[in-house]
């Protein structure tokens, strides 16, 4: 209510039912839809979000209050969480974020600029330098001579918004081709 700026006058208009009649004179017909929960996607906490669907595009995106760890707030990452794929543009509008990556970019070593690759490409090209720098690096033992099978020229950092199933198919891959230097980004 401080942060509001009501002052003590509002305060007591706000015990005095005022808040809740202002409240429920808002018009919040803007975020109605097919409600989805989710988790938030940006740090270890996992704090949980509400995310309504209308006619294919996202309208809403709110604290759940149901949510064991954040009880509907969210701090201001997680309420910034709508620019991974939309932006508000105006009051109760919202669009997909313009600004959104859709195609592979891809800048060459030394080069100054990025060139726009389709994903076979890329696919294809991440599995050779993968494969060549294995190959390459590959420890069958260490300098005391216990058996390692790993590589050290490969490191892997993941990303928040994985969830489980994918962290869990991504740890398998890479320690089955010998990488042992994994982080997450939301352990930090
Ligand atoms: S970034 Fe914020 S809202 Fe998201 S999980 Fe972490 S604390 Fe919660």
Redesign the pocket.
Known sequence: MKGLGLGTAGLALWEAGAGKEALAAQDFSFKKGREVPT?????????G?IVTERDGKIVNVE?DPDHP??QG???????S?SDISFVVAGKNNRVPNPRRLTKVLYRAPGSGHWEEKDWDWALREIALRIKATRDETFELKDASGVTVNRTQAIAHVGS?SLDNEENYLIHKFLRSIGVINLDHH?RL
């Open positions: 988790i938030c996607p940006y740090c270890g906490v996992g704090c979000i604290g760890i954040n707030a969210l701090c201001p990452k997680g309420m969480v928040a939301a």
